[in-house]
């Protein structure tokens, strides 16, 4: 009993956490997804390529916790700026991306914006 006391109040400390993030989320579960609302002009094309490109393999939730955890959800890697980086050089290499290196680069500029962001 107290195990599920104490894995119920981690959990709404977790959920709390990402309600009170910076950037703006929209969604939840599967269909969780970065908030349109707020995202610079010049930073727009960016965001709908990412819409895009990177739900082809996986939801957009993995990425959106990333960001709010700075942690990459599958690996448990820190997810900074260096693993973003990292990260879009894997994804370039991963044979059915469909991305080239300047769409890698715009959306990896893109979360180090979202990065900055959630960290003030
Ligand atoms: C070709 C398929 C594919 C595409 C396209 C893709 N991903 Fe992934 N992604 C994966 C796979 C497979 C994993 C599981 C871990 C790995 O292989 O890195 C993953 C894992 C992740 C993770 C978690 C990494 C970790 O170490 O926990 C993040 C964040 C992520 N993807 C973001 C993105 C972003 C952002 C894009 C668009 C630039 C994208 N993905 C496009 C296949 C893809």
């Known amino acids: 009993m107290k195990r599920y006391v104490t894995l119920a109040v981690l959990l709404t400390i977790f959920v709390y956490s990402i309600a009170e993030a ?64 990292a990260y879009g050089i894997k994804m370039l290499r991963k044979p059915n991306s469909d991305m080239n290196k300047k769409e890698i680069r715009d959306v990896v500029v893109l979360l180090n914006y979202f990065l900055d962001e959630n960290a003030k």
Do not use: D, W
């Open 22 to 85: 910076r950037i703006k989320v929209a969604g939840r579960g599967a269909k969780m997804n970065f908030s349109s609302e707020g995202i610079p002009e010049m930073y727009k094309p960016s965001f709908n390529l990412m819409l895009v490109k990177c739900v082809k393999c996986h939801t957009m939730e993995r990425t959106v916790i990333a960001i709010q955890t700075g942690r990459a959800p599958i690996t448990g890697q820190p997810f900074n700026k260096q693993a973003v980086k």
